[in-house]
């Protein structure tokens, strides 16, 4: 194998492979607001669905965890784990405690970038600015 301008090539038999180089990972938002990808059963801490690909899934957490504790708040609301995740920046390691069955686990999360989507409030009381 060898590298030509960047680029991996790989000989087998007569076949030539050109591999591209894998991009490296954005660099997160330093002025977003961190996020985990996890959705939560209302009124409770177990973790509903996990999203594939996000922080929570690549650090182990999986649906039917029960949030203990999140860096060092212990939640009674996942509104309260809400506003405390995005209180961090994209990038950073939150460690994060759930109960797993009988088992007490411990996961070490590193944020992503929370969507905008997100964070956008419909009010409907309230009337839409629109632009000349």
Request: glycine share 10%; with cysteine.
């Amino acid at each position: 194998m060898s590298t030509i301008a960047g680029i991996s090539a790989c000989l087998f038999g007569n076949l030539l492979f050109t591999l591209a180089p894998i991009p490296p990972e954005p660099s997160p938002d330093p002025m977003g607001r961190g996020y985990m990808g996890i959705t939560v059963q209302t009124g409770a801490l177990m973790i509903e669905s996990v999203q594939p690909g996000l922080p929570a899934a690549k650090s182990g957490l999986r649906s039917g965890d029960v949030l203990l504790r999140v860096g060092t708040l212990e939640p009674r609301e996942f509104e309260q784990v809400v506003s405390h995740i995005c209180s961090f920046r994209p990038g950073a390691v939150v460690e994060i405690e759930v109960q797993r069955g009988s088992e007490r686990k411990t996961f070490r999360v590193k944020l992503a970038s929370r969507p905008p989507e997100l964070d956008l409030q419909r009010n409907p009381n309230r009337p839409i600015d629109i632009d000349d």
